[in-house]
T-cell receptor, first 114, second 112 residues
């Protein structure tokens, strides 16, 4: 059973701080990694995708990937109350050498305190 | 803007009724997916399709069926709705090589 694990939270950070969200995955063959933000009752929204080891920055968001440790993280700098949401980590499932569906974690609830 | 749309957005129905949820996309993506989400739980994949002639079961396909009428349209049917199918249903699309999934706004289904 291929799995994506996230701490459910809530992760509480003060406004202006750095929020660090973590995710581990079980399939060493995975090649594509995604972070989604989901507000309550709304659909998931893609924030970042990362495909190679290292850091990828986009505005206040930085995704970090370490394939050797099977670990992917999302850093949110200068956290705002509007960042309060559930963050979903997703990893692609490789089947027969081809990219297949995504496997989603259950999400981490982030609460940014004003 | 290229988009993913779902109809209806909300639906209340009774046990035993047949229900169809529809998904359309203007992104030109080949891959389409149906998920359900229950309160406090993650996304669970019901069915997915990688092209018009390809249909695959996900982890919770029992009680559901799908139809891929065209590249842009993917419908989910509940043949005989039951209360534990009350959930939020999402359609998503993606394309290779990046395989980023983009979600529709969701359908909130209540089965009484």
């Amino acid at each position: 059973q291929k799995e994506v694990e996230q701490n459910s939270g809530p992760l509480s950070v003060p406004e202006g701080a750095i929020a660090s969200l973590n995710c581990t995955y079980s399939d060493r063959g995975s090649q594509s990694f995604f972070w989604y933000r989901q507000y309550s009752g709304k659909s998931p929204e893609l924030i970042m995708s990362i495909y190679s080891n290292g850091d990828k920055e986009d505005g206040r968001f930085t995704a970090q990937l370490n394939k050797a440790s099977q670990y992917v993280s999302l850093l949110i700098r200068d956290s705002q109350p509007s960042d309060s949401a559930t963050y979903l980590c997703a990893v692609n499932d490789i089947y027969g050498g081809a990219t297949n569906k995504l496997i989603f974690g259950t999400g981490t609830l982030l609460a940014v305190q004003p | 803007d290229a988009d993913v749309t779902q109809t209806p957005r909300n639906r209340i129905t009774k046990t035993g009724k047949r229900i169809m949820l529809e998904c359309s996309q203007t992104k030109g993506h080949d891959r389409m997916y149906w998920y359900r989400q229950d309160p406090g739980l993650g996304l669970r994949l019901i069915y997915y399709s990688f092209d018009v002639k390809d249909i695959n079961k996900g982890e919770i396909s029992d009680g559901y069926s799908v139809s891929r009428q065209a590249q842009a349209k993917f419908s989910l049917s509940l043949e005989s709705a039951i209360p534990n199918q009350t959930a939020l249903y999402f359609c998503a699309t993606s394309d290779l090589p990046r395989d980023e999934q983009f979600f529709g706004p969701g359908t909130r289904l209540t089965v009484l």
